[in-house]
């Protein structure tokens, strides 16, 4: 080509580039200098200004000029730029206008100025931006973590500055489905499994600053529809297996509006990284973990009724697959004994979901952690009064032959028949019934004998007890009475204690206890051979004529003999000394021992396991490990229970759960003898490898 | 002397000289270009492509940095102010994003071209090695551009390349010796300031960026331009009869063919600036990973010879290819005579297409076959890391390379030709590598479809 040509060519290349460079320029400087959205607001707004207001002087007051107004705050680290468009959101001369013009609702703004707090510290959005879609910033794949907040959720964000999780506060009542999340997430028991504000469980992540978390903190991969947090967190709770796989958390089932209240709540926890003047006094000190003390109830609501269910009803083994205890039901309120409650407390279990309530993991005072523990066994039922049966009895209303239908149905499994004894004591004995009293039976009888096998009766009714104490009274009368008495019968007014050498009685009482009766009785009472005679409950039905004339006197053919000194005679010991035995006794009340004794295993742990292997390992394991049924060799569990716990649910069962009655025949299974029922005990006590102390 | 008009032959020889020396553009440009110069397809206006969009940089550059925070607080905020309050700012702030992206990509053309047509014989060797350094100092000014905005993107991608600089240490921590002797940890201190991505990173990477670099930039496209008249222009063939029948003047045709590529280069920006966004993550979060991480996209067929071996795909096979590059006019002593030829004849064409094909296919096979076949030996033992090393879709397509090339010596006997194949075949294999890296790994490094 000649150089003409190229000349020509090129330069009406340049020549057409140039132009369109021009007219480029031109279109963007209209589209972005002219026409940019919120300058169009702002004409649109003056002009609606403008058309309302005719009278020229105020309007010019009126009008805003055009320019971006923005609210800058180097505390909160943000310039919000909202008020560019929303140029009447603090008040304007026309209030009745649609948005973007709309005034801010309710009285808000005047606790809450602009100025202050800008916009976007409660509705999110990105405050730099001066158009809708940046500012709003709800497309997931927008650059900005925090979407502007559709209600209700936007109530998540009072919750940064003025959430009290545990104590109400009286400013959020404006914010009711906040409120309502609140209520819900105690009422639910979510912190049976998540912390929040040191308070907790902790098998689920610490929840005290989940609203903190942008959407890139979560894993939308299984979500369908809005990829919005709230709803991220609404399918979380109705299915957490498929948002989360892995999750072992529970479904909650929970109508539209606490649901939508309930992630309201989630997205307002919150540390808030924010100056402290901006933040609630209240807040604060809950963040650093000072709170009021809650009562055994709320504790029981907040912490343990999303597994344990709101009344204690536990979770089938058919349905859940692990299994959640009963801990309101009767058949476990009659044999847990405040020992029980309190050592599964403090160390949860190992091998299950459990999780350990003790001060220093859950947040919980002690005397928090022993309140929850009063209330769950103060759901034990008692049906009866002492007075009442009294009266009863004493009006002789009180068929023995229902009292006996009522023992061969209850009783006989472990008193044997006609009370002569098995599992448990014989107390169809004369020197039983010349110590002890109908109150004392009674109360035997209702109280049980927590640690050892016999539960509490106490759900039976008046009437029956009534029914049961005559028939006891009956076997009273049929006793053969020829007894071998073994002593004088010493009156119970020799029995008055001498208050003032109570201490020097004391230390003689507890070696002589030693030296004389743990050989028997086991070093701690909690029964060897013989019954166990520091339990609590014994102590507190026995009262000291039965003990003095039990020690003294003795039982005919048992290996408890009378101990009192007959004569010159040697062997035997002084009034004073029983005396003095029976003030150590009363005085272990109130000791906590080191361990919980497990008491006697008198069983044979090779039968125990050809026993256990036959019957028992179906739903228990073979190892104890449990496949539809608890498992049996958590270490925790083991330390907690004493043999008397198993016994007692062994030949029990539990009512309402799949775990039989193997003191009785039925048409599943036969009744297993007192020395079958020993030896598996005997069996899974060989599963416990360490002792676990009661306290630090 | 009277009557000295330019061209009527009265002129003294003073006023011509002067003429020519008070003369910006006469100052540049030589006064008569060939013909052949000025064909759109002789160079495809790839120099002065490069050159406008470097003036692009630098004037976008220059009001970007009026505007922005250095501060790893303040980086990300002055950023959206730009976007979104600087009155055209989302506008330059494109250009200059799309720009980078441009003028690394032109740059690899611009090699091609020069390498293809030869134009690195006799005394053009020295502009040839200029021109490799510009490529590197223009990877280099991306790659610190890239964190500036300090988001998500931005600090992962610095993450990785900083690991990536730091690939020499796979060598001296296999051979147990990172204590006394550790150069691969020593450049990643150097790259960050630090042991990790923070505010001593941004600095120095903004100092490179707008300070450093574009100096050395400016110092090295003006000995650029002076080589390329001392070299006597363009490079171009060697014809028969005199050259000064076909030469004609360079004022005003040269200059109308720049100020054209100029235009059409700004307006294509200016209109990619309005429509097209550059991307821009949320705020850089040290404790939240990009899963997939991925370094800028001229830096990916790096970082996947590196998740194959950090050794050999950060250090080796990336020196080899820059001392090839610097090598070429040196070792190549027999292609003169065809220079200023596309690919030196139909012989060449012909070598460069299968090199491609051999390139393409060889790496094809050997990155599906990594995929197929398990890591050997148990993973973190010696015997893993060597034959890792020795064995992988890098290593191996590299190996190959020079197979093919030494058989097309052999084959040829031409060094020319030598070089073309390993050239081709080493930036077919580079392509794919880079392609693997944008379209085809996924979250964990995985080989998604």
């Not at chain 1, 589209?31 to 702002?42: A, C, I, V």
């Not at chain 1, 021992?593 to 019957?615: A, I, M, Q």
Request: glycine fraction near 10%; hydrophobic fraction near 40%.
């Amino acid at each position: 080509m000649k150089e003409p040509q190229y000349r020509k060519r090129y330069s009406l290349v340049a020549k057409s580039a140039a132009l369109l460079i021009i007219f480029v320029l031109v279109v963007g400087w209209i589209d972005q200098g002219l026409m940019p959205s919120w300058k169009q607001y702002q004409r649109k707004y003056r002009r609606t200004l403008h058309k309302a207001f005719t009278n020229t002087d105020s309007r010019s007051s009126i009008l805003p000029e055009q320019g971006v107004y923005q609210a800058e705050l180097p505390d909160l680290r943000r310039t919000d730029r909202c008020v560019t468009c929303h140029l009447a959101i603090e008040g304007g001369p026309i209030d009745t206008l649609s948005e973007p013009f709309r005034v801010h609702p309710g009285s808000l703004l005047e606790t809450h100025p602009v100025r202050k707090f800008g916009c976007t510290i409660c509705h999110g959005g990105q405050g730099q931006a001066l158009d809708k879609a940046n500012a709003f910033a709800r497309n997931p794949r927008n650059d900005w973590d925090q979407p502007v907040l559709q209600y209700p959720f936007i109530e998540s964000s009072c919750g940064k500055c003025h959430l009290s999780l545990f104590t109400g506060d009286s400013l959020l009542q404006q914010s009711q489905v906040l409120e309502r999340g609140r209520e819900t997430f105690l009422r639910e028991g979510c912190l049976g499994c998540h912390k929040a504000r040191n308070v907790g469980g902790m098998l689920g992540p610490d929840l005290t600053a989940q609203g903190d978390k942008s959407r890139h903190e979560y894993n939308f991969r299984n979500i369908r529809g809005e990829q919005t947090i709230s709803n991220w967190l609404e399918q979380h709770f109705i299915d957490p297996e498929m948002v989360s796989p892995g999750s072992r958390m529970l479904e909650f089932d929970l109508p539209k509006e606490d649901m939508e209240a309930l992630a309201t709540l989630v997205m307002g926890l919150s540390r808030p990284d924010l100056p402290y003047k901006y933040i609630g006094t209240n807040v604060l000190l809950e963040l650093k973990g000072v709170r009021p003390l809650l009562p055994g109830d709320s504790l029981f609501a907040m912490l343990c009724s999303a597994c344990h269910g709101k009344s204690g009803e536990g979770k089938p083994w058919a349905i859940y697959k692990s299994g959640v205890p009963a801990i309101g039901r009767a058949g476990f309120l009659s044999i847990a004994s405040p020992e029980y409650v309190a050592f599964i407390l403090r160390y949860g279990r190992t091998s299950q979901l459990m999780t350990p309530w003790a001060p220093e993991f859950s947040g919980l005072t002690p005397s928090e952690v022993s309140d929850a523990g009063r209330f769950v066994l103060s759901r034990r039922a008692t049906n009866s009064t002492w007075s009442n049966t009294r009266r009863l009895l004493a009006n002789g209303q009180g068929e023995f032959a229902n009292g006996e239908q009522l023992f061969r149905s209850r009783c006989l499994t472990c008193h044997g028949e006609r009370a002569s004894g098995g599992l448990a004591i014989g107390f169809n004995h004369p020197d039983f019934f010349r110590a002890a009293s109908m109150e004392y039976i009674y109360n035997t009888v209702t109280r049980g004998r927590m640690n050892t096998a016999m539960p509490s009766w106490s759900f039976l009714s008046d009437a029956e007890m009534a029914e049961l104490l005559s028939y006891i009274r009956h076997l009273e009368s049929t006793v053969d009475g020829q007894g071998i008495r073994t002593g004088n019968s010493v009156m119970a007014s020799d029995m008055v204690r001498d208050p003032a050498s109570g201490i020097r009685r004391l230390a003689s009482g507890a070696e002589r206890f030693h030296y004389l009766c743990s050989r028997c009785h086991g070093d701690h009472g909690e029964g060897a051979t013989g019954p166990a005679n520091l339990n609590k409950d014994f102590l507190r039905t026995a009262d000291d004529p039965f003990l003095y004339r039990t020690i003294s006197s003795g039982r005919a053919h048992t290996p408890m003999h009378g101990w009192i000194r007959q004569g010159s005679q040697e062997g035997g010991i002084d009034p004073d000394e029983i005396r003095e035995i029976i003030a150590y006794m009363r005085s272990t009340v109130d000791t906590a021992w080191e361990y919980n004794y497990p008491g006697p295993t008198l069983g044979n742990k090779e039968n125990g396991k050809t026993l256990f292997g036959d019957l028992c390992a179906g739903c228990h394991g073979v190892h104890g490990t449990g496949i539809k049924a608890p498992s049996l060799n958590d270490q925790v569990f083991l330390n907690a229970a004493t043999n008397g716990f198993l016994l007692a649910t062994i030949t029990l069962g539990r009512v309402g759960t799949d775990m039989p009655t193997w003191g009785d025949s039925t048409n599943q299974h036969r009744a297993l003898s007192a020395s079958e029922r020993n030896d598996i005990v005997a069996f899974i006590r060989g599963w416990q490898k360490v002792h676990l102390p009661v306290s630090d | 002397m009277a009557n000295s008009e330019p061209g009527n032959g009265r002129e003294s020889t003073r006023e011509r000289i002067q003429r020519i020396s008070k003369s910006f553009f006469l100052h540049i440009h030589s006064p008569k270009v060939h013909p052949d110069s000025l064909r759109p397809t002789a160079t495809f206006g790839l120099g002065a492509i490069l050159g406008t969009l470097f003036l692009v940089q630098v004037v976008t550059g220059i009001l970007l940095m009026v505007h922005y925070t250095p501060s790893i607080e303040g980086a990300y905020i002055s950023v959206k102010e730009i976007i979104f309050y600087i009155p055209g700012g989302r506008i330059f702030r494109n250009m200059h994003r799309w720009s980078a992206h441009a003028m690394v990509f032109i740059t690899f053309l611009h090699l091609f071209r020069t390498f293809y047509k030869g134009a690195y014989y006799g005394t053009r060797q020295t502009n040839w090695v200029i021109g490799v350094v510009m490529l590197l100092v223009v990877m280099g000014m991306s790659f610190s551009g890239y964190l500036l905005p300090w988001d998500q993107l931005a600090y992962w991608a610095v993450t990785i390349g900083s690991n990536i600089a730091a690939s020499f240490s796979e060598l001296t921590d296999l051979l147990g010796i990172s204590g006394y002797f550790n150069p691969g940890g020593f450049f990643k201190k150097l790259l960050l300031g630090g042991d990790e991505v923070g505010q001593a990173t941004l600095t120095r990477f903004f100092t490179l960026h707008v300070i450093f670099l574009p100096v050395s930039l400016l110092v090295l496209i003006a000995y650029h331009f002076w080589r390329i008249r001392q070299d006597g222009g363009l490079g171009k063939q060697r014809i028969a009869d005199s050259d000064a029948v076909l030469e004609i003047p360079a004022w005003p045709t040269a200059l109308w063919a720049e100020v054209a590529v100029l235009l059409c280069v700004v307006a294509l920006l200016l209109i990619a600036g309005l429509l097209v966004d550059a991307p821009l993550k949320v705020k850089a979060n040290p404790i939240l990973p990009e899963n997939p991480a991925k370094s800028p996209w001229y830096l990916l067929g790096i970082q996947e010879l590196v998740s194959y071996s950090a050794f050999m795909g950060g250090f080796v096979i990336p020196l080899l290819f820059v001392v090839f590059l610097f090598r070429i006019p040196w070792y190549d002593k027999d292609g003169e005579a065809l220079q200023g030829i596309w690919f030196s004849g139909l012989q060449g064409r012909r070598i460069t297409w299968l090199s491609a094909l051999v390139g393409t296919v060889a790496t094809i096979v050997l990155i599906l076959l990594q995929e197929m076949i398990p890591e050997p030996g148990p993973p973190g033992s010696w015997l893993t890391i060597v034959l890792s090393m020795l064995l992988n879709p890098g290593s191996l397509s590299v190996l190959l390379y020079f197979i093919w090339a030494a058989w097309i010596k052999r084959y040829t006997r031409s060094r020319r030709m030598t070089v073309l194949a390993l050239f081709t075949a080493f930036m077919a294999g580079w392509t794919l590598f880079m392609i693997t890296g944008i379209w085809f790994r996924g979250e964990n490094w995985q080989f998604t479809l």
